[in-house]
């Protein structure tokens, strides 16, 4: 795997149902593959106060998209955009530089082993 230069890490914490359609857009409208998501509970710092007892967390979604450094504030305002993380409780989104990262690409075909 080639190693790449230069990249960062961009992380939106979502709301739950919001990151798959943002990654099928990326995929199409930006032409990137190396987004995933996963899952996590929180309370948001303006949850009022009637919803922050315990089992009133609410579902996020963790977005993470690893990008070269000279696309990587394109990304990043893109992500910002459709994902409307500027209306109340949108969530948030931060970016950081990695040390290292690696290529991963699927292979161009794959074999029948049955």
Same mark, same amino acid.
């Not at 149902?17 to 998501?37: C, D, P, W, Y």
């Not at 967390?57 to 696309?71: A, D, F, G």
């Given at each position: 795997?080639?190693?790449?230069? #230069?990249?960062? =890490?961009? %992380? /939106?914490?979502?709301?739950?149902?919001?990151? &798959?359609?943002?990654?099928?857009?990326? *995929?199409? #409208?930006?032409? =990137?593959? %190396? /987004?995933?998501?996963?899952?996590?509970?929180? &309370?948001?710092?303006?949850?009022?106060? *009637?919803?922050?007892?315990?089992?009133?967390?609410?579902?996020?979604?963790?977005?993470?998209?690893?990008?070269?450094?000279?696309?990587?504030?394109?990304?990043?305002?893109?992500?910002?955009?459709?994902?409307?993380?500027?209306?109340?409780?949108?969530?948030?989104?931060?970016?950081?530089?990695?040390?290292?990262?690696?290529?991963?690409?699927?292979?161009?075909?794959?074999?029948?082993?049955?």
């Amino acid at each position: 795997m080639k190693a790449l230069k #230069e990249t960062k =890490l961009i %992380t /939106a914490i979502l709301p739950k149902g919001t990151s &798959l359609r943002v990654i099928k857009m990326l *995929k199409q #409208e930006m032409a =990137l593959t %190396t /987004a995933n998501f996963n899952y996590a509970r929180g &309370l948001g710092k303006l949850t009022p106060a *009637k919803y922050r007892g315990v089992g009133e967390q609410s579902e996020k979604e963790i977005l993470t998209v690893v990008v070269e450094q000279p696309r990587a504030d394109e990304i990043f305002e893109y992500i910002f955009d459709v994902a409307e993380i500027n209306r109340p409780h949108g969530g948030f989104i931060y970016m950081q530089r990695l040390l290292q990262s690696t290529e991963f690409a699927l292979p161009e075909t794959v074999k029948d082993e049955h």
